[in-house]
């Protein structure tokens, strides 16, 4: 029975997840736990223990008898996610591509090729092969904790990526830097790739500064 309530548990996480990252589910509101378990044919319980995570993982907060509410973003949150990933991923990517095995290439390789065919129209779906291609790319460093902050600032900068992507023509250049990114990674390029990836990250942050009204720096 416990392995059934995980796995429904677990379920209802990326579905909720997904409104939140899409904007389905609006800031400003508390979340009403009856009528989404409702909507989602699940009891409180699943619900519940996928609401407590997607708080550990920063995408809700809660207040005391007021329940959970959509965390809001913000051009200083924006700021901060982008600032980490400078000073962690390109280094870290780097080196990762100096010491991968083949089947390390293979799974970025194959991350990219799966980030390449996701839909523009389903930007859920982007966000998610963008944040497994820029983790496969510093695993293979075999630094854990490194790895771990990755992975968790690309789930924090999900929402920004989507509305970065929205504008138009941004999901194109998005891909040339993409393909630029593993071409240098699969060469060994180390340099090459810590400057480009170091180009990508900077300029996603610029442009959402400007669309959440930040001053450039």
Known sequence: MSIVIRTLSERVFDIV???IVTGKLPEDLPIRQDALANDLGV???PLRE???RLEQEGLLTSLANRGYFVRGMSAAEVDEIYALRL???PEAAAYAATVATDEDRRIALDAFEALDRAANDNLGDVAIRNRDFHTA???PGGRLLTTQMV???SILAERYVIA???PAGRNARAHVEH???IDAWMARDAERLSTLLGEHIRGTLYDLRAQFGATPV
């Open 87 to 89: 000073n962690i991923e």
């Open 164 to 166: 970065h992507l929205k």
């Open 43 to 45: 009891s409180k319980i």
């Open 179 to 181: 393909k630029k990114l």
């Open 151 to 153: 992975e968790r600032l």
């Open 137 to 139: 790319l510093v695993r």
């Open 50 to 52: 996928a609401l407590a």
């Open 17 to 19: 997840r997904d409104q």
